[in-house]
Every structure is written in structure tokens, then in C-alpha cells.
């Protein structure tokens, strides 16, 4: 069975500090795709990025950063200057062959 | 470029009754896909449609059920309400296949916010 733990319910920073939301994830499968996606108070999930199971590169988008790794199965996600327009609900996912799997979703708030 | 449209925004039902939830997707978007969201559970996948067909089908029961139409446009139906069927209920549009397995960028709708009563 695959699973997507993000063991941090809720997070607050103040604006400038750097956060990292954690992601770890659970499946058998060799094939496989990770995302983040950002849910504002207006609800609707804004993807961020995606990651297959092969590419192991970090990446870095302005003040937002990923750093996969196969072998602890994480997929952390760094905010770098948080700034107050961060403020949402941060989920992981996982994707394979049949099945999605949502983490349970971080809540960011950043205080000006 | 419109978004993914779903209507209504907001409803209120009663036990026992039954909702219809539309979803327009993004133009040229042959792909939706509804989850439902709420706090206990999180965000579950229901079903996802591609050429009006039902491609996957999330672990629900058959209360839930859905369709789309030759436009693309998706509905999804819960008969006989109950009051865990509370929920935001998500619809996510993408050009190949949405939902499960697919690789592609899901476009979300803000959702459909399911009050029973």
C-alpha cells in the first residue's frame, strides 16, 4: 500500500525565516511521481512541482526548493524568505500506475 | 485562459436528499478527475473521467457516481446524503489523463462546498 505522511500539521513562521515542510512517503513501486501542490484559503490546489521516481536532482524555483531522496523516501520542500503570501495549506502527493495519495497537508502561516 | 469552473459554489442539503456538482475544465482538457476533501480524511480521489469514460474509481460508495459529456464537462452525482458527506468536493481538469497515474499537471477548480443537514 502506498502512504504519504506529512507528520507536520501546522507550522508558523514569521516573515524572512526559511521553513521546510517534510514529506515522507511509503510504496513498492519503482515507478512513480511526487508533487507538491499549494491550497490558498480560496481552496483551489495550485500545483507546484512534480518529481519522478528516476530523477533524483533537486530543484529550485526562486525562493522555493525540493530535496528528493530515495533513501530516506522524502520529498521536502523549503521556503527561503517565507513571505505572508505563503500563508496556505501545503500538500504531498504521490502517484502511481492506479492510485493517488494525498498527504494530509501542512499548514503554513506566515507572520508579517 | 479560463480555469477549471465548478458550480455551485456553496450548497446546503438534507439527509437523504441527493446533489449533482458540475465541472467545466479547461478548454481542450480531455481529463477531470473529483476529489473530496475534508478534515478528518483529507483529500480522497472519487473518479476520474477521460473521453467519458470512467478510467479510475476511488474507494466510495455507490452513492457517488459521476459522468462526462462529449464537451468535457464533468458531473458527479451523491445520492441518499449523509452528513460525512460534508465536504469540499475538488474537480481537476488536465489535457491527458488525470487523477492516478497519470504524469501530467492537474488544474484544479476552488470546489464545491457540500453542507448536510
Known amino acids: 500500500a502506498q502512504k504519504v505522511t506529512q507528520a507536520q500539521t501546522e507550522i508558523s513562521v514569521v516573515e524572512k525565516e526559511d521553513v521546510t515542510l517534510d514529506c515522507v512517503y511509503e510504496?513498492?513501486?519503482?515507478?512513480?511521481?511526487l508533487f507538491w501542490y499549494k491550497q490558498p484559503p480560496s481552496g483551489e490546489l495550485v500545483f507546484l512541482i512534480r518529481?519522478?521516481?528516476?530523477?533524483?536532482q533537486n530543484e529550485i524555483s526562486g525562493r522555493y526548493s525540493w530535496n528528493f531522496q530515495k533513501s530516506t523516501s522524502s520529498f521536502n520542500f523549503t521556503i527561503t524568505a517565507s513571505q505572508v503570501v505563503d500563508s496556505a495549506v501545503y500538500f504531498c502527493a504521490l502517484s502511481r500506475l492506479d492510485d493517488m495519495r494525498f498527504g494530509a497537508g501542512t499548514r503554513l502561516t506566515v507572520k508579517p | 485562459k479560463a480555469g477549471v469552473t465548478q458550480t455551485p459554489r456553496y450548497l446546503i442539503k438534507t439527509r437523504g436528499q441527493q446533489v449533482t456538482l458540475s465541472c467545466s475544465p479547461i478548454?481542450?482538457?480531455?481529463?477531470v478527475s473529483w476529489y473530496q476533501q475534508t478534515p478528518g480524511q483529507g483529500l480522497q480521489f472519487l473518479f476520474e473521467?477521460?473521453?467519458?469514460?470512467?478510467?479510475n474509481k476511488g474507494n466510495f460508495p455507490g452513492r457517488f457516481s459521476g459522468r462526462q459529456f462529449s464537451n468535457s464537462r464533468s458531473e458527479m452525482n451523491v445520492s441518499t446524503l449523509e452528513l460525512g458527506d460534508s465536504a469540499l468536493y475538488l474537480c481537476a481538469s488536465s489535457m491527458d489523463r488525470a487523477g492516478p497515474g497519470d504524469t501530467g499537471e492537474l488544474f484544479f477548480g476552488e470546489g464545491s462546498r457540500l453542507t448536510v443537514l
Open positions: 473521467y477521460f473521453s467519458e469514460t470512467q478510467r
Open positions: 518529481r519522478n521516481s528516476f530523477d533524483e
Open positions: 510504496t513498492r513501486d519503482t515507478t512513480y511521481y
Open positions: 478548454s481542450g482538457h480531455r481529463s
